[in-house]
Nanobody
Framework: QVQLVESGGGLVQPGGSLRVSCAAS????????MSWVRQAPGKGLEWVSNINAGGGDTHYADSVKGRFTISRDNAKNTLYLQMDSLKPEDAALYYCARGSDGAWDYWGQGTQVTVSS
């Protein structure tokens, strides 16, 4: 069955960096658009970034553009999100999801990112 397992979250100080990962299985990862979506406490889902199957086309929410970088390793069936210059407002539960543009059909369980001094 389809599985998406995020990892790499944690506590980081403002201005710091963190890389979260998503290990995929149960489907053809190399043929799938993938996305990162986050949810801050008490708020709704916010799309963060997506990447096409080959990895050559990426898109970012304005709130993270220039600070976050999405990438993928199709040989390892793994999706990444490199987060730099983190702000307190980036604190959230980060999910990877298969699909893009709101049409997500599978989700992971999420990894918590906390940004605090």
């Amino acid at each position: 069955q389809v599985q998406l397992v995020e990892s790499g979250g944690g506590l980081v100080q403002p201005g710091g960096s963190l890389r979260v990962s998503c290990a995929a299985s149960g489907f053809t990862f190399s043929s799938s658009y993938m996305s990162w979506v986050r949810q801050a406490p008490g708020k709704g889902l916010e799309w963060v970034s997506n990447i096409n199957a080959g990895g050559g086309d990426t898109h970012y929410a304005d709130s993270v553009k220039g600070r976050f970088t999405i990438s993928r390793d199709n040989a390892k069936n793994t999706l990444y999100l490199q987060m730099d210059s983190l702000k307190p407002e980036d604190a959230a539960l980060y999910y990877c999801a298969r699909g893009s543009d709101g049409a997500w059909d599978y989700w992971g369980q999420g990894t918590q990112v906390t940004v605090s001094s």
